[in-house]
């Protein structure tokens, strides 16, 4: 999602959320005297327009998310004066600083981390020996810093809304003197917290299951670094210095953007950039290294290898690089060979060193990157040794067409960081665009699938989920008042599907008006679809897992389909099923496929059906395992019927006696549930399923009897 409109999305839920107090942020009037006029208006205009804000013009302009976005966008026209952006930037500066202040100060202690002495030693100090482990575990608040402040809307709303605006101007215009005493602490706060932005928007929602806008992407996040290694009032050696004082965090990837610069087609910057990776690489021990490359990625480190491979004596580096290839995390260690072997074929090595790191390959287990690269090492440089060339082909000889393909393969993290420097080029031009600004909220009125990171295949729906707004209200509201106040916003922002998604799961009193809402918004989601045809002939939809839109836009047509079936609307549910289906990523068609087969099952298309019913396994959805069993029963293949069953009450041991009704969840059961109770959460789902399919045990011929019988065996057998 283009990061201007997650911005402009949050700024709006900022706006809500100041004005119903549901958080508390100064208006920043002190920018008053600083931002144009004219522009605030149009934007706040937009704004209001765009997102149907109630709120007036004058409010709007009045709070200090608004006049805090505004300036840091403001910081990068140069329109307006330097002398007049240094001031805003320092208001920026200073505001942002107290709020991260006020975050470390509120920060748990570990123990609220972790729940013992000592588990957080192997999350963030694997590598560490003893004298660097306590230096690092010092700053271990430091890390968990970069979490609470992505943890907390209060914090993490101005640091996405203007905070890599601000880092990137700071970065810019460090003056003459350098990057030296305070000015180099407060930059170094701010950049680090903004560069945590993009990692710390997944950490946060794997972790605690809280949704953080997503603003950032791997390019844009490193826009400080970028615009701090082009100022050239700032040396390499200060810039290293930078980065080695904050080696301790565990996530920031700060060489990301030295090592893409170091693909730049203009010589200066290519070789300032080589500079500072060199530097890295020859002031920092292996274990304090291994932990900054481990923070960041793989196309980092292949980038990073594959230059200090260039540039030092093999033979003199082959001792130290072996010992940090080990320590590596093992998912970058094969395309870490790949990366070095493409290296050593580049600058003419010595065959005698390459059949020393031939040697030391053989220690690795089999894997295409090992294989791939001793295969290119042992053509290129004429190694009698051919055990890698055997491997990749043993069925004939490998000709020269393998070679050159293969070489291509292992070179492509070249390009992919030229790729990757190219973005940060253009992101870095882009900073301050309003124009580009006006034309997001000119069509932010209106839904439409958009191109998903520049690829013209992979869309997503164009609304940014309103996760900020909703956390908040449920927070500060009692649960009669959000449930209301949600409602609310589902008929404001018919568009945004999260809102109908998060009543699903709310106790409602008002259930009737929680299924219209569903069947107004379901019916409308599926007609959007046509629209992706008409971005790609190829396109199809981003990930549930990549794209939190669509994963609202598709949660909510699963439950709509769901609800169709329920209402036994059948050929409606199968028209929608067969609208979307063709557009879904294959990691997210389970539920459709399953709202099929029981579609099929309940219209007894079973020519149809038993086709589907071949593609299912054990791991598969257990509706559609139980519709397997429904049909194997009614095709009196009575002992797979009870396999199925059996392996389902593994799982959900009260799955029949709820079905049969002779038991059900107790009250505690759901609450017990709620607190991640493992055994209650059973019984609900078991509750959950033997209401969907009753109906359907009951209306075969001695179903009923049947499943006591297998409840019986079951009982026998466990």
């Not at 975050?103 to 981390?113: G, R, Y």
């Not at 700071?170 to 903004?194: C, H, P, R």
């Not at 164009?462 to 609310?488: C, G, K, Q």
């Not at 054990?618 to 396999?643: C, H, Q, T, W």
Request: charged residues 30%; negative net charge.
């Amino acid at each position: 999602m283009d990061r201007e409109t997650v911005k402009l999305t949050l700024l709006a839920e900022a706006l809500e959320m100041n004005w119903n107090s549901y958080t508390v942020y100064e208006p920043l009037a002190e920018l008053d005297s600083f931002l144009d006029k004219d522009t605030a208006v149009k934007l706040a205009e937009a704004l209001k327009r765009g997102f149907m804000l109630e709120e007036s013009v004058e409010e709007i302009m009045d709070d200090g998310f608004f006049r805090g976005y505004l300036a840091g966008l403001m910081l990068h026209d140069d329109s307006f004066s330097l002398q007049k952006r240094e001031e805003i930037a320092r208001i920026l500066e200073d505001n942002l600083l107290s709020v991260l202040k006020s975050a470390d100060e509120s920060l748990p202690s570990v123990d609220k981390f972790y729940g013992k002495t000592g588990d957080y030693d192997k999350r963030f100090f694997p590598l560490f020996g003893d004298k660097d482990k306590a230096r690092s575990k010092s700053s271990l608040r430091e890390n968990l810093s970069l979490f609470w402040y992505y943890s907390k809307d209060s914090y993490y709303i101005p640091l996405i809304l203007w905070g890599n605006e601000l880092a990137s101007f700071l970065s810019e215009n460090v003056d003459k003197q350098g990057l030296k005493g305070e000015t180099a602490e407060k930059l170094k706060k701010i950049m680090v917290s903004v560069e945590a932005s993009y990692p710390m928007s997944e950490a946060v929602r794997s972790l605690v299951g809280f949704q953080v806008p997503k603003a950032e992407s791997d390019t844009s996040s490193q826009l400080p670094m970028f615009s701090l290694i082009m100022n050239k009032n700032v040396s390499t050696e200060e810039i290293v210095e930078l980065i080695k004082s904050v080696t301790q965090y565990s996530v920031v990837n700060l060489m990301y953007a030295p090592v893409a610069m170091t693909r730049s087609d203009i010589t200066e910057e290519s070789e300032r950039a080589k500079e500072i990776v060199f530097r890295v690489f020859e002031s920092l021990e292996n274990s304090i290294l291994a932990f900054l490359l481990n923070g960041g990625d793989e196309l980092t480190i292949n980038g990073f290898l594959y230059q200090i491979v260039l540039q030092y004596d093999f033979a003199k580096l082959f001792d130290r690089l072996t010992s940090l290839l080990e320590m590596l995390t093992v998912e970058f260690a094969d395309a870490a060979l790949l990366a070095i072997a493409s290296a050593l074929i580049e600058k003419e090595e010595t065959k005698e060193n390459v059949e020393r790191f031939i040697e030391y390959m053989k220690a690795f287990k089999d894997s295409f990157g090992l294989l791939t690269a001793g295969f290119l090492l042992s053509r290129k440089y004429e190694l009698e040794d051919d055990s890698f060339s055997t491997e990749i082909r043993r069925d004939r000889k490998p000709d020269e067409t393998d070679y050159y393909l293969l070489l291509e393969l292992a070179r492509g993290f070249l390009d992919d960081l030229e790729v990757a420097y190219q973005e940060m080029v253009g992101e870095y031009n882009h900073l301050g665009d309003l124009e580009d600004v006006f034309e997001e909220l000119e069509e932010i009125t209106e839904p439409c699938f958009v191109s998903a990171d520049g690829s013209d295949e992979e869309v997503e729906y164009s609304r940014v989920p309103m996760y900020t707004l909703i956390n908040a209200v449920i927070r500060n509201n009692d649960l009669d008042d959000a449930i209301e106040a949600i409602e609310a916003y589902c008929d404001r922002y018919i568009f945004n599907f999260e809102f109908v998604n998060t009543l699903l799961y709310m106790p409602s009193k008002n259930m009737d008006k929680v299924m219209q809402l569903l069947l107004f918004s379901g019916e409308m989601a599926v007609g959007f679809i046509d629209d992706i045809a008409d971005q790609d002939d190829e396109a199809y939809l981003m990930s549930k897992e990549e794209s939190p839109s669509n994963r609202e836009y598709l949660d909510l047509i699963e439950k709509y389909i769901e609800k169709l079936i329920d209402d036994k609307k059948y050929r409606e549910a199968s028209r929608a099923i067969a609208a979307v289906d063709p557009f879904v990523d294959p990691e997210d068609v389970d539920n459709l496929f399953t709202s099929m087969i029981i579609v099929r099952w309940r219209t007894k298309d079973f020519e149809n059906l038993k086709t589907m019913l071949e593609a299912i396994d054990e791991e598969s959805d257990p509706r559609a395992l139980i519709v397997k069993a429904l049909m194997n029963y009614f095709n009196k293949e009575v002992d797979a019927a009870e396999g199925i069953i059996i392996d389902i009450l593994q799982e959900l041991p009260d799955f029949i006696q709820y079905l049969l009704e002779n038991d059900e969840p107790d009250e505690e059961d759901f609450d017990r549930a709620d607190d991640g109770d493992v055994r209650s959460q059973k019984k609900i789902d078991a509750k959950l399923l033997a209401e969907e399919f009753r109906e359907d045990w009951f209306k075969l011929k001695g179903g009923k009897d049947w499943l006591k019988k297998v409840q019986k065996v079951f009982d026998e057998v466990s």
